[in-house]
Each structure stands twice: as structure tokens, then as C-alpha cells.
């Protein structure tokens, strides 16, 4: 794969810490485009031996808006069906350029081991130094020791060593979308943490049309509906829950972007330091990126201050547990007390209503779409690597631009006809 | 040492020598570039202990570039210098630019006064200053000399006039990248080829603008001597800066010029170390252990290039940016290195780049480490520029050879 690919991927066996590098298949690419569309059909290749898949889009990391998207591919735990979680951020955008737009991490280690992949190398390292250390911990050790704050961690905190039920695996120091559990499968295989990081670089088909397409499409996002809100506290109004906003503004310090996403979909809160600071803070955690809306919405629910709502999602985002699974098991126990709930992490379990019924993670809102709608859309920004919120809120970034870029990039020549066939699979 | 005649190779590749030795910055990284870009491939890679070991004697061309020009002459001293002017005076062709281009100007200075093969004096020194004008510079764009300090006025591109009949692609004028190099003043010892005729939008000046065109402008950026049967060309400006393909060219020009008719038999490496030449799995092992450390080498260094420090080695500043070039010009050859067809290396050597990029890695922790406990980083960034010399030159060594080695398998064309 000649175009918008760093032409490999990464077959991981952990039995055997043996490292295959395969070129990626343009036949591949033609047959099922990217993302979603490949890890399934890499899924299915090594579904016998308990696969794991790391991909990206098609346009992941690229000048198209919104190409922040990675995700996991895998059997959830909760629900045994095959299903895709998000890895927004900048996690997307250092796979792709970590020099493989696909992993396959099959097997289980004897020893707990880490994942590092770089630049077109994937090596599997002894873990006896995070092994046991939280999500925080385990993100700075790893940076620390390869020297480079930019390295992005997927990694599981002490729910994904324990092999939790609710094991997230978690970016960097948040949440991430995984509400499948497939933090449970990474301490299964004995995997703390995969680290992303490399210095590649893209080769466009047609570099000024590619150029061109992004500039006009970013003109026309300019008008969107999103213009003028900011924050992942201003996402709840689409779903209903109108005063999340007024709530939790009081601690707002910032607002985060994924990866060349025109929306800040991620709130920064000052937890211990004015959140009206304007210079650098001397605290080392003064606060807490907020990723996953549900979580902070079902701490509200269960009537906690947005303050402590957010200590608690930083708990959970340290433990490594999917907090919308901790807020809907307490509110079931009957336990509001932040100390309470904190204790509960080790050893949840039970059965969730809001577990995800589709193949795409809930963690996306509806925005008020029919379920097939949102399936769709969800899909298509699973195959090109488009942010799936930003895929929900801005509808100019529609089917036909995207294939547009897709053969811009590529020169590939790809139809409707091949997409309509490609979602179909990916939704059997 | 001992050099081995294989096969005679086109009239395109005469044995060629570059500087990697003491005193030597990055930019001799930038010749490798372009040989490598023109097709040149008889390249070898010579420090100050190669050339005393009589290394110029199988080279036809000798390219010395950017660095500490006191280092370079103290490292080659007397014994260097006499080694330097017989390879000339026999027929050998030195093209020296910035610090290679001051080595053999005339000089008082201990270690350089050894040299002295051209009697050429320079605008660029503080003698020639009014004393508020003396005051007006960083000490970072100042190097001593005696009593003196020899300066730079701007950085980046100068317009450069080519003066008695000399042309760079078809060119009478054209741009050049000036980083400290040598404005020299008229003299009978020399045939100018290029002086300094005025600045660019992308000239960075370091001084008054006025008292950066009396320095230059006017002055010579370009010459050359006949020594014996050689010649030497001198170049204040960079010429081989790889983003200046006019002046790259006319690099090129000079180099099939004055060998026309002179090549040697294709040469071995002047390595010391047993030869081992490997192939096949094994070979793709190693190189990947190298691709390895060197990635992590380059993503170490690439979180350094924002700091606003330079450490002082010898008589010169290294920014941290540096780094970062010698790690990726390795890197993006390494890639070529692979793709090349039937490829066998020298076992030993290789190892000893993965070891070096090891060590390289170390040395960047260090740094760091010092830097954030406001420590002096300065003796492990001395360490680590050395060892980012010696894996680029030991690096470069197989890749030439490599490259050798394909031409000798592959059926010339008509």
C-alpha cells in the first residue's frame, strides 16, 4: 500500500515473543478501505488465537478534519461479540505514525511485558517496572525512560491486572471510549501497556488535490453547527441533559482537541488550583482531562458536586476502570460516598443497562440520531479514522467527501458501491 | 591500513575523502548528501589519525567542512599539516568550506600557523573594527583569536556575484547559506572565483545591517590556489548545504573538473577492524538492532530541539538541533541501506554502530538529566557530539561500500 500507509503491519505473538512485519496489501486496502473495515478482516484471520487489533483509518493522521481516530479491535469480555473502541486523543495519530497502520497482538505472555512501537519497530519488553504501578504511574514511567513526553500509552491501571470485568485501557492519563472491557483482555494477556510513538511519514497520490480537498472542507466546517460551543460540557445539551454546562463550568480551566479535530471534545477541570489560573500552575496533577461525557454523567446523576464527580473520574481514569460501569453499579448498590465508591473499584461487578449494544463503543452520543443512523456514521468514521463525535456533529464531513479524499490520497478509485459493501461487512 | 585495488569504476567516482576528524561539526553530514545524490560512491570517511597514517595518499579529493578550526589544526598539528600540503602539492584537490576554509589561510595562531598555505587575509576579524563596533556582538557569534575575535555579521542566505568567467549553473550570481565561514580581502595569492554582493530576505542578521555590508560586501566569498599539481578551493559560504542545488552543482563542476583523467581503482575502507562481511538473516537482524537504537535515538533527541541552550565545545556552540541531524541523515540512508539488493555488510562495524547509537541514547540522558537538575551538560554533550560523529562516519562507511559493492555486481550500461 503505496499511499496515506506506513505499508506495514505488526503481527504480534506474545506466547512466543516472536515479531512478524507484513506488508500491508493494497488488495486489502481496495477490498475493505481501512480501519475498522481491515482489523475486522485481521481480527478474523487470527481470531483462533485470541486476537487483539490496534488500527487506524484511512485518513487517520492526515490534513483531513477530524483524523484522530485509532481504535481496538476485539472480543469484548462483556458482551462476546467483536466490537471497535475509539483511540482518540493523539493515540491514533501516533500509530499510524509509529510505522504500522495495523497491530495484531495474539497470544498471552508468561510475564507481564509492554508493547513499544516506533518508527517501524515493535518490541516486547519486560514490564516488571509498571506491572503493578496505576495508569498515571505507568504513563510517566514509560515516557520517562524512552525520554520523550509525546509517546502515547495505552495502558491498563490495577482493573486490568486484576482482570476486571471494567478494565479500560486507558490514553496516557484518561479515560479512553473502551467500555468493552478490553482492558480485562490486555491483563489477560499479561500486556500493561502499549507505547506509540514514530517519526514517519505519509506519501499522498495526488498532494495538491489532497490539500485542496482538506482547505475546502475545513471552509465549509466553519459554518457548522459546533461554531461557537466549546468543551465536552456543552455535548450532554444533544443528549438531553441540558444543564451539565452550568454545573460543572465553575471548574473548567481548558478545552482539548483530538488530533486535527476543528472541536475541543475534551474538557480540562481544576480539581487543586484555581481553575481562573492564567499562568502555568506549579502543581504537578492540578486537575483532570475529562474524555468520556457518560462517566461524568452518571457521577451527576448520582448527585455529586462536579467537583467531586470529577476526583471520582480521576480515580477511576488511575484505577483503569470504565467509570460509567463504577457510577451505574453504585448508584445500583446505593452508594454516593465518593470514599464508598472509591473502595467499590476492586472487585465491581454486575450487570450493565448501558452496556453497548452495537459494535461501535457508546461512549459516541446518539446526538439524537435513529440507532441505524448512528451505526452509519459511526462506521464510516471507524473506516476513514474521522473522530466519531466530530463525525456525529458535523455533517459536512459526509460519505462522498470522504471517498473523495480517500482517492485523492490514494489514487485508488474507490465507489459508494465499495463502501455500502464494506459497512455491510462490518456490520454483519 | 592497507587499500586493496578492486575494479576501475566510471569516470564519475574518483576517491574522495571527507573530514569527520576532531574540530569537524555536522555539517561534513551535507557533502556525504550530495556525493551521495550526484552518484559519487568512492567516498571514505578520514579523521586526523587516518591522514597521519597516510590516508590522503589513496584519495584524489580531500573535503573539509564546518567545525573548530583551531581543533581541526591542532588534532592534524605539524606532522598533519605536512601530510595535507604533499597530498596537494602531488595533485590533490582540497575544497574546504567555513572552518575548512580558515585552516589554510595565513595565520600567527599556534596550530594554525602551521598551516599558512594561502596568504589571504580576512574582513571578518575585530581588528578591523571601530571599538563601539567591537561591542556589538554576541559572544556566541565570536570565536577568540589572540588578542582578536574572529566574527560573524549574518546567518543563512547571502547573494554571492561569480567573478572572473566562473558560473554556478549557467549563473553569474546566486544564493549561498553562510554560517560563519571566512569574507576574505583581495589578495595576489589567489583567483577569485565569487565575492559577496549582497543579502536576502532570508539573511539573518546578527549585526547592524550596515556594519554587516561593510564587512562583506564586496569582499571574497569563493577562491582558489594552485599548490605544486594541486589546487585548493576555498568557500566562506556552505556550497554543499544539500538545499542549495546550484551551488551543489558547481561543487560537482569543480570535483569532475580537476580530476578529469585521474581516477584510482576503487578503494577499501580505512577500517582498522577485522573484516566479517555478513548477508542474508543475519544481516537483517543487525540492521534492525541498529534501526532499533537509532529510533530511539531520534525520538530521545527530537523532544530536545526546542531548548533554548548550546553547549561550548572546543572553540564552537552546538545546539541541540544538531543532534537531531545526525541521528536522521543515519536514518533516512538506513532505509536505503535496506531496500539495496544482494546486500552484504561488514559485521563488526555494524555492531559497533549499534553499540555507538547505545550510547548515544545514554549521552541524551545525561544531557537531559543535568539540564533539568541545572547541572553542566556540557562534558556529556561533548561526549555524545563524538559519538554522533563516529556512528555517522562508521555508518557511512557501509553505505558507500555497499553502494560499491552493487555497482560491482550490476552490468554497466552502454
Known amino acids: 500500500m503505496e499511499y496515506l500507509s506506513t505499508h506495514k503491519i505488526a503481527i504480534i505473538d506474545l506466547a512466543t515473543s516472536k515479531v512478524i512485519d507484513q506488508e500491508l496489501d493494497e488488495d486489502l486496502v481496495k477490498e475493505k478501505i481501512g480501519g475498522a473495515g481491515i482489523t475486522m478482516a485481521l481480527y478474523e484471520q487470527y481470531q483462533g488465537e485470541d486476537p487483539v487489533v490496534l488500527g487506524t483509518g484511512l485518513l487517520t493522521g492526515t490534513l483531513a478534519p477530524a483524523s484522530a481516530l485509532g481504535m481496538i479491535t476485539a472480543k469484548s469480555p462483556l458482551t462476546g461479540n467483536l466490537c471497535h473502541a475509539p483511540l482518540t486523543l493523539y493515540a491514533g495519530l501516533e ?126 466546517l466553519k459554518s457548522g453547527s459546533f461554531v461557537g460551543k466549546k468543551g465536552i460540557e456543552e455535548i450532554p445539551a444533544a443528549v438531553g ?94 452508594k454516593k460516598k465518593p470514599d464508598e465508591i472509591k473502595k467499590s473499584f476492586s472487585g465491581l461487578k454486575g450487570t450493565l443497562e448501558s452496556l453497548g449494544k452495537g459494535k461501535f463503543s457508546p461512549w459516541c452520543p446518539n446526538f439524537g440520531l435513529s440507532a441505524n443512523e448512528w451505526e452509519r456514521r459511526q462506521t464510516i468514521a471507524y473506516i476513514f479514522g474521522i473522530h466519531p463525535i466530530f463525525a456525529m456533529m458535523a455533517p459536512e464531513l459526509n460519505e462522498e467527501k470522504l471517498i473523495g479524499l480517500a482517492n485523492l490520497g490514494t489514487g485508488l478509485g474507490f465507489t459508494s458501491e465499495m463502501l455500502d459493501k464494506v459497512i455491510a461487512d462490518i456490520s454483519k | 591500513m592497507s587499500i586493496k585495488p578492486n575494479r576501475d ?5 574518483p576517491p574522495i575523502g571527507i573530514y569527520t576528524g576532531s574540530g569537524a561539526s555536522h555539517s561534513w553530514l551535507w557533502f556525504v548528501e550530495i556525493l551521495d545524490r550526484i552518484g559519487f560512491c568512492n567516498v571514505h570517511f578520514v579523521d586526523e589519525r587516518d591522514i597521519l597514517s597516510n590516508a590522503l595518499d589513496n584519495l584524489n579529493v580531500l573535503l573539509m567542512s564546518g567545525g573548530d578550526t583551531f581543533a581541526i589544526a591542532e588534532g592534524l598539528g605539524a606532522e598533519g599539516s605536512g601530510k595535507l600540503r604533499n597530498f ?74 561569480m567573478v572572473n568567467g566562473f558560473q554556478a549553473d549557467g549563473k553569474k550570481e546566486m544564493i549561498a547559506p553562510l554560517y560563519g565561514g571566512p569574507s576574505m580581502l583581495p589578495s595576489e595569492d589567489i583567483e577569485v572565483i565569487a565575492t559577496y554582493k549582497g543579502f536576502t530576505k532570508k539573511t539573518k542578521f546578527l549585526v547592524e545591517e550596515d556594519l554587516a555590508a561593510k564587512i562583506l560586501m564586496g569582499n571574497i566569498a569563493v577562491a582558489k590556489k594552485s599548490m605544486g599539481k594541486g589546487k585548493l578551493f576555498i568557500f566562506g559560504p556552505h556550497f554543499e548545504h544539500p538545499h542549495y542545488p546550484s551551488c551543489n552543482l558547481f561543487l560537482a563542476e569543480i570535483i569532475c573538473k580537476e580530476q578529469e583523467g585521474r581516477f584510482r581503482p576503487v578503494q577499501n575502507d580505512f577500517s582498522r577492524d577485522p573484516q566479517n562481511p555478513i548477508k542474508g538473516g543475519v544481516l537483517r537482524e543487525l540492521l534492525k538492532d541498529l534501526k532499533r537504537e537509532l529510533s530511539n535515538a531520534r525520538i530521545i533527541a527530537s523532544g530536545m530541539n526546542d531548548f533554548s541552550i548550546s553547549w561550548l565545545i572546543g572553540n564552537k556552540y552546538y545546539e541541540p538541533e544538531k543532534i537531531s541531524v545526525f541521528i536522521n541523515t543515519v536514518w533516512d540512508k538506513l532505509k536505503a541501506l535496506e531496500s539495496m539488493s544482494g546486500l552484504e555488510l561488514d559485521k563488526y562495524l555494524l555492531l559497533r554502530c549499534v553499540e555507538i547509537s547505545k550510547e548515544i541514547i545514554k549521552n541524551i540522558k545525561t544531557i537531559k538529566s543535568e539540564m533539568k537538575e541545572q547541572g553542566d551538560a556540557t562534558p556529556p554533550a561533548s561526549k555524545l557530539f ?24 550490476e552490468p554497466l550500461g552502454d
Open chain 1, 95 to 220: 500509530l499510524k505514525y509509529s510505522g504500522f497502520d495495523y497491530v495484531v497482538i495474539k497470544g498471552k505472555s508468561q510475564k507481564p511485558v509492554y508493547l513499544w512501537i516506533h518508527d517501524g519497530v515493535a518490541d516486547i519488553n519486560d514490564a516488571k517496572e509498571v506491572w503493578g504501578k496505576d495508569v498515571w504511574a505507568s504513563t510517566d514511567a514509560i515516557r520517562e525512560l524512552m525520554g520523550d513526553q509525546l509517546i502515547q500509552v495505552l495502558t491498563i491501571g490495577k482493573a486490568g491486572e486484576s482482570e476486571s470485568d471494567f478494565a479500560q485501557v486507558c490514553i496516557n492519563y484518561w479515560a479512553s471510549g473502551d467500555r468493552w472491557g478490553f482492558g480485562k483482555l490486555f491483563g489477560q494477556k499479561k500486556l500493561k501497556l502499549v507505547a506509540l510513538r514514530g517519526m514517519s511519514l505519509l506519501e499522498v497520490s495526488d498532494g495538491e488535490g489532497f490539500v485542496s480537498q482538506c482547505k475546502e472542507l475545513i471552509s465549509s
Open chain 2, 88 to 161: 596537494i602539492e602531488r595533485g590533490g584537490l582540497y575544497i574546504g568550506t567555513c572552518a575548512g576554509a580558515y585552516l589554510p589561510l595565513k595565520s600567527s595562531m599556534d596550530f594554525l600557523n602551521q598551516f599558512n598555505f594561502i596568504n589571504v587575509k580576512i574582513s571578518n576579524i575585530s581588528r578591523r573594527l571601530s571599538e563601539p563596533e567591537r561591542h556589538s556582538f554576541q559572544k556566541n557569534v565570536c570565536s577568540s583569536y589572540g588578542c582578536d575575535f574572529v566574527f560573524h555579521v549574518v546567518r543563512e542566505d547571502v547573494l554571492l556575484e
Open chain 2, 386 to 409: 563524538l559519538n554522533l560523529k563516529a556512528l555517522s562516519s562508521h555508518f557511512f562507511t557501509l553505505y558507500f561500500k555497499a553502494k560499491r559493492n552493487r555497482f560491482q555486481m
Open chain 1, 241 to 334: 441533559e441540558e444543564d451539565v454546562q452550568k454545573w460543572v463550568s465553575p471548574i473548567v480551566h481548558r478545552r482539548l482537541s483530538c488530533f486535527n479535530t476543528p472541536f475541543p471534545t475534551n474538557t480540562f477541570v481544576f480539581l487543586d488550583e484555581d481553575p481562573k489560573l492564567l499562568k502555568e500552575t506549579e502543581k504537578k496533577e492540578p486537575g483532570f482531562l475529562i474524555t468520556d461525557i457518560f462517566g461524568l454523567l452518571g457521577f451527576k446523576k448520582l448527585g455529586l458536586s462536579a467537583a467531586d464527580a470529577c476526583i471520582l473520574l480521576r480515580e477511576c481514569a488511575r484505577y483503569g476502570i470504565d467509570a460509567v460501569a463504577v457510577a451505574e453499579l453504585s448508584q445500583k448498590a446505593g
Open chain 2, 9 to 13: 569504476l566510471p569516470p564519475s567516482s
